[in-house]
């Protein structure tokens, strides 16, 4: 046989946890270990590897742990195992955060018949997490559990089976929260759904109790902690004060089943009572009722039924919160802007969008159990939409699981409804405050989702954090107010901007909004030719801190791509506006010519290293991120030049400007022939099917040991640099998805594939969250760039301005997923036909190009 590089190969049954090595044939051998075949070198396979979209069970049911919430309106999540945690509420992330709540189910007379709803503690959770020496005090681990579980995706749902030899009773768990595309307001409420199905599988009636329990998890030191009474359900309270108002807490777990009968009170005594007396009314089989009393350390709700056999019953749980207050101030306000800052409240800290439609948690709550099977139903339209693809498993699943970036606490959304993000989450608090514009370059999934959130960061970038010279400052304020300009402008970022807008605009189809910013748009891009193009050569060289925290020091391939793009969206958008554009055609033309003959070396693009003879002083005298100038490191500068440069490396970002360029509905700036070749330069020497011989002094945990990945850079052609660029031994998933989609793009499918197959290898759930792709943070944005797939396979773009729908299939015939300004559905190729099904709201075609020509609709 072959493998995927065309090398003829043997497989064989190493016998190790069912391994297997690809052998060349010809040199067969007898391995004994998983380790002898990585020793010589030899590709390891997984014959019992789990498929791509298919459930997680078995070892890669081990870390999967699902987020459910709103957009900016914080997450729990739902472990594979059906357990509760990353319990995250408070507007900040707590990633350990897993409170005492539990289901269970208790069938009556049945010998081992009153169990926990969820499957047995993953073996990590034992030793080795903060204080677990300690014993996990207070956790409901020790209490019986089902045997297996089997998790299921499909987002925003979350399905799991629970199976127990002891319990006659087939077991699902449904997990959800709204999310609908064009709908930003119903898919950042605060609430979250669980469905417990039922189904008896015996030959006798069984009589059963539900039940969900809860510790007071909320509780706060110095504030009143109550338990409140709510129609079918309870809700966990704590006051705010006047000095510590974010303290204000409500979480709402309630029931529509009439037949809920709730205890407000758990027993209250030391050590473990609470817990203890809990489960033993759990085990026994009671229903038990009492009302609110102050300090309630707990409270349950309980809901008897009967199920004759065959016969099934489903119990809706709904979660619902509300913590209106913060303390959160991120970043520094212009003195001019601070007298208007001091007297508005909604300036000085943020404050949640939901707390701006909702007065309290009882408004939340009604609001939910009101409008639950209509948000279901939608929700469901969109979910029904996006799985009728049939476009490569591997690439719905990773456009699919990092959709829940959205539900995760890296985005927020202030009392205004403007969008505002980290760019991931720490344990306890953002990771990198302010709409970071060169990570969320990266991320396309807002803007064709949620258009009108991601159209709320350019208004910010292009107002509140540009000042009148077209200096942008990469990270926002919040809540959002005129920033101080205190740092260099990130080149990619805002550069990147400027063809966003291109891209909003197409996407929204709003000229009115396109000729109000478009003034911002070219003082930016005027900023940007001053700063790093002063003699007007089309290309970029005074040195320009970009997404890898440093500066690059002359002309790049990377930071000219996204040069050109820019200078061609400014173009494109003021020759509509009726614009003469002349000054900017003449330098994408003098750049384009540049960077085609003396950036690219034949195979692809690179770095001329240059720091004398520049308008900007010596290194040693620019401020940046970590970048001294010790002994040692003058030595090198004299030697080889700035510290943190690429060279003659293949940067797989190399050419990112012409990505990102395409996915704004602009053409490739370069010529497609050598924007090629450097892709297909990154897939050969980038992509590593084995990195434990690699060495990464950097941040390993992103892919390490025996896994596969794409590196940041590498130098197959020499003149590694002694420090070349930070991070460049890494590997990051959102240039892995940059780079897959831009291969797809250029119709190089199966090397885009070798890419997203090695990324979300490293993320099946036996090691890592597969919903969770970390970077600096979990959750992290950049990440978002797997949605770029869609467009890379299948080549579909709604442009709303002209309302054309365009079509360049890499895949043959498909059905694939679009998400519009004003609806959603599917696409669909057959036979060169192209059809629309529209599944939600409108979307208007005048004209489909397929390929170039025009074509009527099947």
Known sequence: MKDQSGRRVFLRNIGVGGVAAFLPVGSVKAFDRKEAAIENDI???????????????????????????????????????????????????????????????????????????????????????????????????????????????????????????????????????????????????????????????????????????????????????????????????????????????????????????????????????????????????????????????????????????????????????????????????????KERVNKDPLLKYYKPWYSSKFKNIAEVAAYWDTNYTDLRNKTKLFTDSFYKSTLPAEVVEAVAANLTILKSPTVLRQYDGRFWCWEGCGDNGGSCHGSCTHVWNYAQAVSHLFPNLERSLRNTEFNESQNADGHQMFRSNLPITRVVHNFHAASDGQLGGIMKVHREWRISGDNEWLKNIYPKVQASLDYCIKTWDPTGSGVIQEPHHNTYDIEFWGPTGFATSFYLGALNSLTTMGKFLGNDMQKYETLYSKGRTYMESNLYNGQYFTQEIKWKGLQAPDPTKVKSFGSQYTPEALALLEKEGPKYQYGTGVLSDGVMGAWLSRMCGLPDPLEAAKTRNHLKAVHQYNLKNNLHEHSNPQRPTFAIGNEAGLLLCSWPKGGMLSLPFVYSNEVWTGIEYQVASHLMLMGEVQKGLDIVRACRDRYDGEVRNPFNEYECGHWYARAMASYGMLEGLTGVRYDAVSKELHVDSKVGDFTSFLSTANGFGTVTLKAGVPSLNVAYGTIPVNKVIVSGAIKKMG
């Not at 709540?101 to 009556?108: E, M, R, T």
């Not at 499957?119 to 300690?134: M, R």
């Not at 004060?241 to 407000?264: G, L, N, R, S």
């Not at 056999?309 to 802007?337: C, F, S």
Request: hydrophobic share 40%; with cysteine.
């Open 43 to 337: 590709k390891v396979v997984d014959i019992d590897k789990r498929k791509y979209n298919a459930p997680y069970t078995g070892k890669y049911n081990n870390r999967v742990a699902f987020p459910i919430g709103g957009i900016g309106a914080g997450m729990f999540c739902l472990e594979g195992t059906g357990a509760i945690s990353h319990m995250s509420v408070r507007n900040y992330p707590e990633m350990f955060h897993e409170p005492a709540v539990f289901a269970a189910i208790s069938i009556k007379g049945l010998k081992n018949g009153a169990k926990v709803l969820e499957s047995k503690v993953p073996g990590w959770k034992k030793f080795g997490q903060h204080e677990s020496a300690l014993g996990g005090p207070g956790a409901t681990w020790g209490l019986p559990r089902f045997e297996t579980a089997g998790f299921s995706a499909r987002f925003p749902f979350a399905d799991i089976a629970l199976k127990d030899k002891d319990v006659p009773l087939a077991i699902q768990i449904k997990g959800w929260s709204p999310f609908i595309p064009t709908d930003e307001d119903n898919s950042s409420l605060p609430v979250g759904g669980l469905e417990y199905h039922f189904k008896n599988t015996g030959a006798k009636t069984e009589e059963c109790v539900f039940s969900y329990n809860s510790r007071h998890f909320l509780n706060q030191l110095a504030t009143k902690n109550t338990v409140n009474s709510i129609k079918n359900g309870f809700v966990i309270s704590v006051d705010g004060t006047e000095a510590d108002p974010q303290k204000q807490a409500d979480f709402a777990i309630y029931t529509d089943d009439a037949a809920t009968v709730v205890d407000h009170c758990w027993f209250r005594g030391g050590w473990f009572d609470g817990l203890t007396m809990a489960w033993k009314t759990i085990q026994d089989g009671e229903v038990k009722s009492n009302p609110p009393v102050a300090d309630a350390q707990g409270a349950s709700l309980f809901v008897p039924f009967t199920l004759k056999p065959g016969q099934e019953k489903t119990i809706r749980l709904m979660m619902a919160w509300y913590v209106p207050n913060t303390k959160i101030h991120l970043g520094e306000v212009d003195p001019a802007d």
